[in-house]
């Protein structure tokens, strides 16, 4: 008679536990609270908590980090293993999973300010556009995926902004850049603002170098006249009154000035539009 090989309780860890082990585990932390006895347990039934959240995890908006939802599914696991009954029939991995399930989705629902009507139109959506991709090989228009969703165009367009605006991102998230570097959304961005912009404050700076020079060649007087003007604010008389003319006079040299700067800058009008 052969002898046996025994299998180490390493290997026996290995692979999925039994329904009749992991009642047998939760007997013995029952009876003897050890915290010991709870780890265990909940050790055992963690990969099922990464799985719920993994499975959800394209509903999860992408402000939110996925581990905060496997906190959430770990802590419904501890309640359930507390709370759990086996008089009513279920086994503890069919409570905890519909414990953890139950808890990720209010997290979600909890994480989402979008109604739950709007994201059920949001399946209902995508449902329908790869059911008609499935059929004619290639994606709706706008008009057929209304059609297959019985609704008009005006209100699908109507709902397609909704689920556009509800569709929030943060803009820390990492995405790949061109030179496969990992850079944050926001860094991929295009400022808007000029000031900050080296290109824009070179053109900027080289428009004002110019119009400097072409106010520079205008005679002391119409100088003077244009800095009354815009610098000062003084209207057309008080100008009038300061340099000994009529107001009517004033209003001819002002459009001389403006002749005058304008010819000595017209070979640069590209460049002011673009600073305008």
């Known amino acids: 008679m052969g002898i046996r090989p025994q299998v180490s309780s390493a290997k026996k860890t290995v692979g999925r536990v039994s329904t009749d082990e992991t009642l047998g585990l939760w007997r013995a932390y029952k009876q003897s609270r050890d915290p010991r006895q709870?780890?265990?347990?909940?050790?055992?039934f963690a990969p099922m908590v990464k799985y719920i959240v993994y499975r959800k995890v394209r509903e999860i908006p992408a402000r939110c980090d996925v581990e905060d939802f496997i906190s959430c599914?770990?802590?419904?696991?501890?309640?359930?293993?507390?709370?759990?009954?086996?008089?009513?029939?279920a086994?503890?991995?069919?409570?905890?999973?519909?414990?953890?399930h139950g808890a990720v989705?209010?997290?979600?629902?909890?994480?989402?300010?979008?109604?739950?009507?709007?994201?059920?139109?949001d399946r209902d959506m995508n449902r329908a556009r790869d059911q008609f991709q499935g059929l004619y090989g290639r994606p709706p228009s706008e008009d057929e995926l209304s059609d297959a969703l019985g609704i008009t165009l005006k209100e699908f367009r109507q709902r397609m902004g909704?689920?556009?605006?509800?569709?929030?991102?943060?803009l820390n998230t990492l995405v790949l850049g061109e030179d496969e570097a990992s850079l944050e959304r926001i860094d991929m961005l295009?400022?808007?603002?000029?000031?900050?912009?080296?290109?824009?404050?070179?053109?900027?700076?080289?428009?004002?170098?110019?119009?400097?020079?072409?106010?520079?060649?205008?005679?002391?007087?119409?100088?003077?006249?244009?800095v009354l003007l815009y610098v000062h604010g003084l209207t057309l008389r008080e100008i009038g009154a300061i340099i000994g003319v009529t107001e009517s006079r004033v209003c001819q040299l002002h459009a001389q000035?403006?002749?005058?700067?304008?010819?000595?800058?017209?070979?640069?009008?590209q460049l002011f539009s673009e600073v305008a």
């Open 91 to 100: 086994t503890l991995e069919q409570y905890a999973w519909t414990r953890i």
């Open 38 to 44: 709870r780890d265990r347990l909940i050790l055992t």
């Open 190 to 226: 295009v400022s808007e603002d000029r000031d900050s912009d080296p290109e824009a404050c070179a053109i900027r700076d080289d428009a004002k170098t110019r119009f400097r020079a072409a106010f520079q060649r205008l005679p002391a007087r119409e100088r003077k006249i244009a």
């Open 257 to 269: 000035i403006t002749k005058k700067l304008r010819d000595q800058l017209e070979p640069y009008e």
């Open 73 to 89: 599914g770990l802590e419904a696991l501890i309640r359930s293993i507390d709370r759990y009954d086996p008089a009513k029939g």
């Open 162 to 170: 909704e689920i556009a605006r509800a569709h929030v991102g943060s």
């Open 105 to 121: 989705l209010d997290e979600l629902r909890r994480a989402d300010w979008a109604p739950r009507s709007l994201r059920r139109w």
